[in-house]
Structure formats: C-alpha cells, structure tokens
Nanobody
Framework: QAQLVESGGGLVQAGGSLRLSCAASGIIFSIHNMGWYRQAPGKQRELVATITTGGTTNYAGSVKFRFTISRDNAKNTVYLQMNSLKPEDTAVYYC?????????WGKGTLVTVTS
C-alpha cells in the first residue's frame, strides 16, 4: 500500500530555516515526479515545488531562491529545504507523488512561522 509520510515541520521564527522530509513506501519512487504543496488556513492548496524523475525542479514564485527541493531515490525520500522563512509561509505542507497511473498524497506537516 502506497504511503507518504512527511516530517520536519514545526515552529520557527521569521528568517529561520526548516527541512521537510517525505518518506515514500509502497511505490516505485524513482518513476514518480514528486512535489510539495501547502495549504494555509482559509486558503486553497497551492504548489510549492516539484522535482521530476530526472531531477528538473520547479518552484512557485513566492518561494523561489528561498526553498530547495531535492530527492534521494536510494532512500525513497524527497526533501524541502526552506530558508529565510516568512510568516506567510505558515501552512500545512503536503508531499505529493505523481506516477504514471495514480497520484498519492501524504497527510501533511504543519509549519508555523512567527514574526
């Protein structure tokens, strides 16, 4: 059974950093494009960053040059390094795996950035 488990969220002051991890199981990780999405209170879920099977990355404009997505196929894990965090980055962050047949989602990890 496919499962994505996020970790690394927490409370951080503005300007600080966090590193999110998403461990995948039950899927062939290397053939899935991976992504991070977030949902702030009262807002729709939005794309944060994606990384293809070949390592090509894409970022939302609001996080470009502050966040870095990476993947380790040997560990079936995708990461999101978040630097220079802002209060507006506060949200639940979700991991997504897009495969040839199905999409999978994790349950999310909460990131709270205080001013």
């Amino acid at each position: 059974q496919a499962q994505l488990v996020e970790s690394g969220g927490g409370l951080v002051q503005a300007g600080g950093s966090l590193r999110l991890s998403c461990a995948a199981s039950g899927i062939i990780f290397s053939i899935h494009n991976m992504g991070w999405y977030r949902q702030a209170p009262g807002k729709q879920r939005e794309l944060v960053a994606t990384i293809t099977t070949g390592g090509t990355t894409n970022y939302a404009g609001s996080v470009k040059f502050r966040f870095t997505i990476s993947r380790d196929n040997a560990k079936n894990t995708v990461y999101l390094q978040m630097n220079s965090l802002k209060p507006e980055d506060t949200a639940v962050y979700y991991c997504n795996a897009k495969g040839p047949f199905m999409d999978y989602w994790g349950k999310g990890t909460l990131v709270t950035v205080t001013s």
